[in-house]
């Protein structure tokens, strides 16, 4: 009868601690699942964020073009009227 009792307990022991070997692997399993989620959630934003920001750039880039090109026009018309009255004021 001890040496059942005894079989019976190492028995249910090991049933025991595979259980809980299951329960740990699948635990695991489930966390490293939930991190490469968390890693993809996180590419996804970062690739989100680099597109916003070079759109943005090209915005920029459009405004500083147009705001380079309003200038360069605004000198041309100061040099025309410079020179268009010195032309003028000296044929006088």
């Given amino acids: 009868k001890v040496f059942n009792a005894t079989l019976k307990f190492d028995v249910a022991q090991r049933h025991l601690r595979e ?3 299951r329960d740990v ?3 695991r399993a489930d966390i490293r699942s939930e991190e490469r989620q968390q890693y ?3 590419l996804q934003q970062i690739a989100a964020i680099e597109k ?3 759109q943005k750039e090209a915005q920029d880039d459009k405004r500083i073009e147009s705001i380079m090109t309003e200038q360069a ?3 041309t ?3 025309r009227y410079i020179f268009g009255g010195l032309v003028g004021g000296g044929a006088t």
């Fill in 52 to 54: 916003a920001a070079l």
């Fill in 77 to 79: 018309r100061i040099l």
């Fill in 40 to 42: 993809a959630d996180l």
């Fill in 73 to 75: 026009h605004l000198e």
């Fill in 25 to 27: 692997r699948e635990l």
């Fill in 19 to 21: 259980l809980l070997e």
